[in-house]
């Protein structure tokens, strides 16, 4: 696995990247050498925070975790990562059982529950006009959302605005 590592108000000493190179050592044997891993270290006020991305193939797995230790994030981020894997190994093998094809996994792989159930609990409908994404900001934080959902008015395309843990914001485009 390919592993990038980059700081954020953080001096990446090479303890920590050892640290964090060993950590995602453990995972390299649930993923093929050409798959990339991004770890993100950052330090905002007491909060240590290692974001990690794992992109392969069709599977993407994303994790943050925040400790007031960089060396305690790292290692819960990593535990994160690995109940991920196990649940998606879970959801891979009750869809092949119902194809009827074999499944063969490593035994490193422990059961997981799997939700079985969805309860959706509210249902709403409302129209979206064309607005900018500094607009839609201003009517998320009116209604007191974490995300709202808008219309871009330059390329006429769904978007979604939300709110991000560190405070600032997030935009996704929809589309082709």
Not at 29 to 53: G, M, P
Not at 161 to 168: A, F, I, S
Request: proline share 5%; aromatic share 8%.
């Amino acid at each position: 696995m390919k592993v990038t590592i980059t700081g954020r108000h953080i001096e990446l000493t090479e303890p920590l990247k050892q640290r964090v190179e060993k950590a995602m050592d453990k995972l390299d044997r649930y993923f093929t050498k050409d798959t990339e891993a991004y770890v993100t270290l950052s330090v905002l006020r007491e909060n240590q925070t290692v974001e990690a991305t794992i992109q392969s193939g069709n599977l993407m797995l994303r994790v943050e975790e925040s400790s007031p230790d960089m060396y305690v994030s790292i290692d819960n981020t990593v535990d994160v990562l690995e109940r991920q894997l196990r649940k998606h190994k879970t959801r891979l093998e009750k869809k092949l059982k119902r194809e009827f094809i074999p499944a063969e996994f490593p035994p490193e792989f422990g059961d997981v529950e799997e939700e079985t159930e969805f309860k959706i609990v509210r249902t709403k409908r409302f129209a979206y006009k064309p607005m900018s994404p500094e607009e839609a900001i201003l009517q998320m934080n009116l209604v007191g959302h974490q995300f709202f959902v808008f219309n871009n008015a330059e390329t006429n395309e769904p978007n979604v605005v939300y709110k991000r843990k560190d405070g600032n914001y997030g935009l996704i485009e929809l589309g082709d």
